[in-house]
C-alpha cells in the first residue's frame, strides 16, 4: 500500500514534461511512485547541467522542508511518472509513520549530501589538469550519446578557464601537460 495515497497529491506527468520548474514556488515535497526524471540547474553560462537522476521510489524538491519556497532546480519527467505532493505540514506524520518513507527520505538526503562532497572535493583537491580533463571527458562523453563522431570544441582557453574556475595560463599549462601525457 502507497502511504502517501493518504497524505499526498497524486499527479501524473507524461515524458519530458516539466514536473516543477526553476523558482516555482511549491507547498510540499515530491515523491516519485513511478517513473524517471531527472534535476538540472542552468550555469552561469546558459548550459543546463544534470544534478540527479530520480528513479522511483524516490523523495525529491525538498527546498519547502527546509524553509525554501522556490525550487532551485527544473524536475523533468524522463519517462511518464507519478508524482505524489506531500504538503509540507503532513511529511512528519508519513516519516514518523512509516519506516519505508523514512528510509528514502534519509538515503534521499544521504545521496544529496553526498554529491555536495563530491563537488566540494572536486573544486578543492583536482588539479588544474584533472579539473579540464574531467571536462574534456564530459564533452566527449555528450558527443558520444548525440552519435556524433567528432569532438568540435569552439571556446578558448580562456573560456574553459571560466568554466573550470581557472586561470587563463593555468589553462595553458594544463593543455601543456595533457600533450604530453597524450
Known amino acids: 500500500e502507497n502511504a502517501c495515497n493518504n497524505i499526498g497529491t497524486k499527479r501524473v506527468y507524461q515524458k519530458n514534461s516539466i514536473i ?3 523558482g516555482e514556488n511549491v ?4 515523491f516519485l511512485n513511478k517513473g524517471l526524471s531527472k534535476s538540472t540547474i542552468v550555469g ?3 548550459l543546463e547541467k544534470v ?5 522511483a521510489p524516490c523523495f525529491f524538491n525538498e527546498g519547502p522542508f527546509i524553509g525554501q519556497l522556490g525550487t532551485e532546480m527544473e524536475i523533468r519527467a524522463l519517462t511518464d511518472c507519478t508524482v505524489t505532493i506531500i504538503n509540507f505540514n503532513d511529511i512528519d506524520t508519513l516519516l514518523l509513520s512509516n519506516k519505508l518513507y523514512n528510509h528514502l527520505f534519509m538515503r534521499y538526503l544521504a545521496r ?3 554529491a ?3 563537488q566540494m572535493t572536486d573544486v578543492l583537491t583536482l588539479n588544474p589538469t584533472k579539473r579540464i580533463f574531467k571536462v574534456l571527458m564530459y564533452l566527449a562523453q555528450e558527443s558520444s550519446i548525440n552519435n556524433n563522431k567528432e569532438i568540435i570544441i569552439q ?3 580562456e573560456e574553459l578557464a571560466r568554466i573550470c574556475g581557472l586561470h587563463r595560463v593555468t589553462v595553458a599549462r594544463a593543455f ?3 600533450k604530453v601525457l597524450a
Open 44 to 46: 552561469e553560462n546558459g
Open 155 to 157: 571556446f578558448s582557453q
Open 112 to 114: 544529496k549530501a553526498c
Open 20 to 22: 516543477t520548474g526553476i
Open 176 to 178: 601543456k601537460n595533457l
Open 27 to 30: 507547498s510540499g515535497i515530491y
Open 51 to 55: 544534478v540527479f537522476i530520480n528513479k
Open 116 to 118: 555536495i562532497v563530491n
